[in-house]
């Protein structure tokens, strides 16, 4: 304790030159946004409110029988901070007077908390510590700290949202009751903005609430309508939300509250949000606080975590818990922190927004500038102000939280709110299987029709191929002599023609992700999905198919008969929904655009290398090229099956009186079947394939995407933690 006794005292004489009164600017300059009921008069930063008045303190309590949850007004003890959030003053309220609202918001209480994930830190596996605190409806409580100390750890375990490596010790209460959040009572929102750029903001929230809420179609329309005037996008309403292919779209700032409002429309009466300042600016961070700041006043309960905010943002705040390290340094009102701080010796110098001095004290990455400047000095002096040990302001912080009036405080109101189970939240419908699936096939067809990057794009390329491939190979003729070169032309289209599906990359992760974020909000399922993208990809894939294989068909001049063209036709289009299903496996594997990329080509080539063209199948090496790669690779059936549908019934002659058939005649170029049914069997096999490339999408949707996991991100730790 002489340790850290003289670390403060060091910090202490280190800003009083900066907080002393005669070097103070005077203090209308660096205001404080009042509370609800208190004078007009700002408060300036530096200075400490007054915590010995005879104040009062908030006291809750439940109802039986009813929904709603009354705050009262009490004279009680000064541990709490005596101010409720609000930028604008209103008149004192009389002294015992009680406040009585309904509200649709619960209250949210976390006690001795602990969470512990393997390998996620260096020296423990614990990543929050025992903490305390609780939410009010309508109030906003943020988590604070500096990276790595825990803040979205405890956020996921409030809403019941970690991964099944964690475990979790202690005790979290809704409404007085230990029970989970049910779904539509909560909402959580990501870190970052999963969206879909090709949809506006109220066609993209139109199809969230399809997706989320049962009933008919029209009375979902209310509900979106109040979701974006309650996150005050009604100017955004008709434009795109951009990001996309190109498209501009919305600023980070309208993105992000977009996120937030998909949420929204199911009504949730607790709202987590993860980082909701997460790369924006401080205009678009003041915005983005005064508008949730609105949405907690009509009752909500408002958690999130916060890194850092500056002053104007500071002041909305209600209720403040600070992690370092999973430790829990302070919980309480946010006047009340600028105390703490004080009490603990590390009072706020003036001209420092509260924020920026809470994570200067407790973040361990400043330690790195103070061995940097502990012998640099500029024309001012010496750089005495940053010198503070972070580990000993920490434990000099949490020492002093623990025996003080604070912490008493927050374990009586614990208490209070937990002695006595109130209302409990019921899960909210929702929509049925076949109309989720209804839904994602409509929207991925509307986006499909937008994006022309990667659909249109691709389009044009599979036409282009078959035209460049077809005016190359075409006046081939039909004799003995042509049948290699006919072999190579349908080689060549087949393969390369495969190979462009790479192009519908990018927008197949996307799709990957935005299933993340409606899976683990329980908006979308594996299943459903999976065959709405299939059905979706139907109409697409079969105008590639049918437009490309005609102009290869004709050019080339193959077989001039209707059900052998279908049948070019079909062939082609079951290839195409095979590498949809490739591209969608290794996207969910790798989950990264480059990766994803360099594999699937590389797929290709060995496919390509097998397919026995090159060298005849039969003829392969046994270990790997025969086995198995020839047996899974799709062109080997594919082509199988156009040159049995182009060669049966056929016969060449060989001199004068001699003819061969037409299989005979492929014998030494490519290896086919003389039975009549071999090419619908190999149509068959192409059919499997393309089921059995969704089946595997699916278990991998379950282990990678569910488990928040990817082959690229696991093996980047791997070589993080070897270094």
């Known amino acids: 304790m002489e340790e850290i006794q003289s670390h403060s005292e060091n910090y202490r004489s280190s800003s009083s030159s900066a907080s002393s009164p005669a070097s103070r600017v005077p203090s209308s300059n660096f205001f404080y946004l009042r509370k609800q009921g208190a004078l007009r008069q700002p408060i300036s930063f530096e200075d400490s409110p007054d915590w010995e008045d005879n104040n009062t303190d908030v006291e809750v309590r439940v109802e039986e029988g009813g929904d709603s949850i009354n705050t009262a007004t009490t004279p009680i003890s000064p541990s709490l901070s005596k101010l409720n959030s609000g930028s604008l003053p209103s008149p004192p309220l009389p002294e015992g007077a009680v406040v009585a609202r309904k509200i649709a918001g619960a209250a949210i209480v976390w006690r001795d908390l602990t969470v512990t994930i393997k390998g996620i830190r260096k020296y423990s596996d614990r990543v929050v510590k025992s903490s305390n605190g609780y939410a009010l409806p309508g109030t906003m409580t943020v988590i604070m700290g500096p990276g790595k100390s825990g803040k979205s750890t405890l956020l996921r375990a409030l809403a019941g949202r970690l991964d099944d490596s964690a475990k979790t010790y202690g005790e979290v209460f809704v409404n007085g009751a230990k029970s989970s959040l049910q779904y539509?009572?909560?909402?959580?929102?990501?870190?970052?903005?999963?969206?879909?750029?090709?949809?506006?903001?109220?066609?993209?929230?139109?199809?969230?609430?399809?997706?989320?809420?049962?009933?008919?179609?029209?009375?979902?329309?209310?509900?979106v309508e109040d979701a974006i005037q309650a996150m005050s996008l009604g100017d955004y309403a008709n434009k795109l939300i951009g990001g996309h292919c190109y498209m501009k779209g919305l600023p980070s700032g309208e993105r992000r509250r977009v996120s937030i409002a998909r949420e929204l429309v199911m009504r949730p009466q607790v709202l987590f949000i993860d980082e909701p300042l997460y790369h924006l600016d401080s205009v678009s961070a003041l915005l983005m606080m005064v508008t949730l700041k609105k949405l907690a006043?009509?009752?909500?309960?408002?958690?999130?975590?916060?890194?850092?905010?500056?002053?104007?943002?500071?002041?909305?705040?209600?209720?403040?818990?600070?992690?370092?390290?999973?430790?829990?340094?302070?919980?309480?009102?946010?006047?009340?922190?600028?105390?703490?701080?004080?009490?603990?010796?590390?009072?706020?110098?003036?001209?420092?927004?509260?924020?920026?001095?809470?994570?200067?004290?407790?973040?361990?990455?400043?330690?790195?500038?103070?061995?940097?400047?502990?012998?640099?000095?500029?024309?001012?002096?010496?750089?005495?102000?940053?010198?503070?040990?972070t580990a000993v302001a920490i434990r000099t912080l949490e020492e002093t939280y623990r025996s003080s009036a604070d912490a008493a405080a927050v374990e009586t109101m614990i208490h209070r709110l937990t002695e006595r189970e109130g209302p409990s939240l019921k899960s909210k419908g929702k929509a049925s299987s076949a109309t989720r699936i209804a839904v994602l096939t409509w929207r991925s067809l509307l986006i499909m029709s937008r994006e022309w990057k990667y659909y249109w794009l691709r389009l044009i390329l599979c036409m282009l191929l078959a035209l460049c491939v077809g005016t190359a190979f075409s006046g081939l003729g039909h004799s003995l002599s042509s049948v290699g070169t006919r072999v190579a032309a349908i080689f060549v289209f087949v393969s390369f023609a495969s190979l462009l599906s790479i192009v519908g990359v990018p927008a197949q992760l996307k799709e990957v992700k935005v299933y993340a974020c409606e899976d683990s909000n329980q908006h979308s399922g594996g299943i459903v999905f999976l065959t709405g993208q299939l059905l979706a990809s139907f109409p697409f894939l079969f105008l590639i198919s049918i437009s490309s294989s005609l102009v290869f068909y004709f050019l080339v001049g193959l077989r001039n008969d209707f059900s052998y063209m279908m049948y070019f036709v079909l062939n082609f289009f079951m290839c195409l929904l095979i590498n949809e299903g490739l591209v969608l496996v290794v996207a969910t594997v790798l989950q990264d655009v480059f990766w994803t990329i360099s594999t699937l080509v590389f797929i290709h080539v060995m496919m390509m290398l097998s397919a026995g063209y090159f060298r005849i199948r039969s003829a392969l090496p046994g270990p790997v090229w025969m086995y198995p790669v020839s047996y899974i690779a799709f062109h080997t059936y594919s082509i199988q099956g156009l040159l049995e549908n182009e060669y049966d019934g056929t016969s060449f002659a060989v001199g004068?009186?001699?003819?061969?058939?037409?299989?005979?005649?492929?014998?030494?170029?490519?290896?086919?079947?003389?039975?009549?049914?071999?090419?619908?069997?190999?149509?068959?096999?192409?059919?499997?394939?393309?089921?059995?490339?969704?089946?595997?999408?699916?278990?991998?949707?379950?282990?990678?995407?569910?488990?928040?996991?990817?082959?690229?991100?696991?093996?980047?730790?791997?070589?993080?933690?070897?270094?």
């Not at 600028?338 to 990455?365: K, W």
Request: proline share 3%.
């Open 184 to 223: 539509g009572s909560y909402g959580y929102v990501e870190r970052k903005n999963t969206l879909i750029g090709s949809l506006t903001v109220r066609e993209f929230l139109y199809y969230s609430a399809l997706l989320q809420l049962p009933g008919f179609f029209y009375q979902k329309k209310s509900v």
């Open 297 to 389: 006043s009509t009752g909500c309960t408002l958690i999130f975590t916060i890194y850092q905010s500056s002053t104007e943002v500071f002041g909305l705040y209600d209720r403040i818990c600070l992690l370092s390290n999973g430790n829990t340094l302070f919980f309480g009102e946010t006047l009340a922190c600028l105390q703490h701080f004080s009490n603990a010796g590390f009072p706020c110098p003036i001209m420092q927004s509260p924020s920026d001095h809470f994570l200067r004290a407790i973040n361990t990455d400043f330690d790195r500038i103070i061995t940097m400047c502990k012998t640099w000095q500029d024309d001012n002096g010496d750089f005495s102000n940053v010198n503070m040990d």
């Open 656 to 723: 004068q009186v001699r003819t061969i058939p037409g299989y005979q005649a492929l014998h030494n170029v490519y290896d086919i079947s003389p039975d009549n049914d071999s090419k619908w069997r190999n149509l068959l096999i192409l059919s499997l394939m393309a089921l059995a490339y969704r089946v595997l999408v699916f278990l991998l949707l379950h282990f990678c995407v569910k488990k928040n996991s990817s082959l690229f991100r696991f093996v980047c730790c791997k070589l993080k933690m070897n270094e």
